[in-house]
C-alpha cells in the first residue's frame, strides 16, 4: 500500500522529510524491488566464489541512489557534518519504506552493520580514527564489521565476553573467538569494530571492564573460519562469521573513546539501531501483508467453490495483521521520538518495548503469509522464507528478547513501593468517606 506518515505524528515531519520519503518510496518500489531477485541471482553459487565477490547489480543501485541525494539518510548532523540531519523519528518512516526491499537499506548506504558502526564512529571516534574509518564508509568504499557475540560464552550478558585484551607498549594484543559476527565475511570489509575484555582490570565495576578496538581486516592473526547459516541462508555476501583471534596486535590508537568505555559506547550503538531494525522489521511485514492480500485474492486459486479470501479465517488473519503493523509502527516511532528527546539511554524502556513486540509481531505475520502461499511460502519462488529467517533472528540479535523483557519487568515492578503508598492513601479516604456518610465497612462492589 501506498506509505502514509501516521496522523499523530504529523507535526513532527518536516517538509524536506516529506519529500525525501516520497522519493525512497519510489526508488524502493521501481528500482531496488525488481532488483532484488536479480541480487540474488548474481550471487555465485560455486562456494569457493561465493564469499570473494558481490553482485554487481547493488553498485548501479548505489550510483542511482546517490544521484537523488538517497544516502546516508540515517546519520544526524549532531552527530557529523556530513549526515543528512534527520530525526530519529523521521529515518524511522524512512526506514520502514527501506525494509519492503532486501536490497533497499545497502543501496542507500543504510545498512547494518554499518549504520551502528558509522554512529559509533561519528560520536565515539577521534579525528584521525573518523578520516580513516567513517570517511570511506560515509563514502560507501568500504563495509565493516560488528564483533561482540562469542561462541563460548552467554554474551548476551556482555559481562561475561572474554575475548582478551592486553597492553603491550604502543600495542593491544587480542586473543579469542567472536561469532555472529555481522559484515565480516564481505570482500568488501576493510575494518571490525570488536568488543573484548582487559586480562588486567583495574576497575572494580563490571561495566568498565571492556573495551571497543578497531581491528583492520587482514590483520595477522585474524582467520575468518566460517559463515553461519540462518535456517539454511547464509547471507552471502554479507555473511555471519565466526572469527579467531590469535595474538593479533593493533596500536593503542585503534581503542575507541578509552579503555574501559565499551560498555558505553556499544549501549549508544546498539540504542537507535534497535530501532532502525524495528522499522525495517515493519516494512517486511507491509510487504508480507500484500502478498498474502493478492494470494489470496488470486481467481485462479479457489478452495471449496470460494476465493481463498472469502473464507472467515483468512479475512481474520489480515484484519489481525493490519491491527498489529499499525500498532508496532506507534510503539516504534514513540521510541525514535523519545531517542530525539532525550537521546538513547533515556529511552530504555521505550526501545526495549519495540525491541520485544515488533519481530515478535512481525514474525507471526510472515506465518500467516507463508500459510496463506501453502507450499510456495517455504521456497524461493516468494520472498517470505528469506525474510521470516532475518526477522526471526532479531529476537535474539542486540539482545534477547528474555533480557530485555527481564529488564522491563524490573523497572517496571520498581514502582510497587509507591502504588502500594497510593492504595494505602485512597483507602485511608475511602475509609473517612464511609464514616462521614455514615456506611457500612463491607464491600460496596
Not at 558502526?117 to 570517511?135: I, P, R, S
Not at 593491544?172 to 571490525?192: E, F, I, Q
Not at 593479533?248 to 578509552?258: E, K
Request: aromatic letters at 6%; charged letters at 25%; proline letters at 4%.
Amino acid at each position: 500500500m501506498p506509505f502514509e506518515i501516521p496522523a499523530i505524528v504529523q507535526d513532527r515531519v518536516s517538509a524536506r522529510a516529506r519529500e525525501t520519503m516520497k522519493k525512497i518510496e519510489h526508488f524502493v518500489e521501481t528500482e531496488c524491488i525488481p532488483a532484488d531477485e536479480v541480487y540474488e541471482a548474481q550471487i555465485s553459487k560455486d562456494p569457493s566464489l561465493r564469499w570473494k565477490s558481490y553482485p554487481p547489480i547493488m553498485d548501479d543501485l548505489k550510483k542511482k541512489a546517490r544521484a537523488q541525494g538517497l544516502w546516508n539518510l540515517f546519520l544526524s548532523k549532531t552527530h557529523y557534518s556530513e549526515g543528512a540531519g534527520y530525526t530519529n523519528l523521521e529515518y524511522g518512516l524512512m526506514a520502514e519504506i527501506l525494509g519492503r526491499s532486501h536490497t533497499g537499506s545497502e543501496s542507500m548506504n543504510c545498512s547494518a552493520p554499518d549504520t551502528g558502526n558509522m554512529e559509533v564512529l561519528a560520536k565515539y571516534g577521534n579525528a584521525a580514527q573518523k578520516k580513516q574509518w567513517l570517511e570511506p564508509l560515509l563514502d560507501g568504499k568500504i563495509r565493516s564489521a560488528f564483533l561482540m557475540t562469542e561462541r563460548f560464552a552467554a554474551s548476551s550478558d556482555a559481562k561475561n565476553i572474554n575475548m582478551h585484551m592486553r597492553t603491550e607498549g604502543n600495542d593491544l594484543v587480542l586473543n579469542g573467538t567472536k561469532w555472529w559476527s555481522s559484515g565480516a565475511c564481505d570482500p568488501r570489509c576493510a575494518v571490525y569494530i570488536v568488543m573484548c575484555k582487559s586480562e588486567m582490570n583495574t576497575s572494580n565495576d563490571p561495566f568498565k571492564q571492556q573495551s571497543v578496538v578497531l581491528v583492520p581486516a587482514g590483520t595477522p592473526g585474524v582467520t575468518v573460519l566460517r559463515p553461519l547459516s540462518v535456517f539454511g541462508y547464509d547471507d552471502a555476501p554479507h555473511g555471519h562469521a565466526e572469527v579467531r583471534f590469535e595474538n593479533v596486535r593493533v596500536p593503542r590508537a585503534n581503542l575507541v573513546l578509552g579503555e574501559g568505555r565499551g560498555f558505553e559506547i556499544i549501549q549508544g550503538r546498539l540504542g537507535p539501531g534497535r530501532i532502525h531494525h524495528c522499522m525495517r522489521s515493519i516494512g517486511a511485514a507491509e510487504r508480507a501483508l500484500d502478498y498474502m492480500i493478492a494470494r489470496v485474492n488470486d481467481p485462479n486459486r479457489r478452495t471449496f467453490g470460494k476465493l481463498i479470501s472469502e473464507h472467515g479465517t483468512i479475512r481474520s488473519w489480515i484484519a489481525e495483521s493490519r491491527i498489529a503493523i499499525d500498532s508496532c509502527r506507534l510503539v516504534v516511532l514513540n521510541a525514535a521520538d523519545k531517542i530525539d528527546r532525550v537521546d538513547a539511554k533515556g529511552a530504555l524502556k521505550e526501545i526495549a518495548m519495540a525491541k520485544i513486540m515488533v519481530p515478535r509481531t512481525v514474525c507471526d505475520i510472515l506465518d500467516k503469509a507463508i500459510q496463506a502461499h501453502g507450499a510456495g511460502g517455504v521456497c524461493q519462488d516468494f520472498p517470505l522464507a528469506r525474510m521470516y529467517a532475518g526477522l526471526r533472528t532479531l529476537r535474539i540479535a542486540d539482545g534477547p528478547d528474555e533480557v530485555h523483557l527481564a529488564q522491563m519487568g524490573r523497572n517496571e515492578n520498581g514502582r510497587a513501593a509507591a502504588i502500594i503508598k497510593k492504595h494505602e492513601e485512597q483507602e485511608k479516604k475511602r475509609t473517612e468517606l464511609f464514616r462521614v456518610y455514615k456506611i457500612d465497612g463491607k464491600s460496596h462492589l
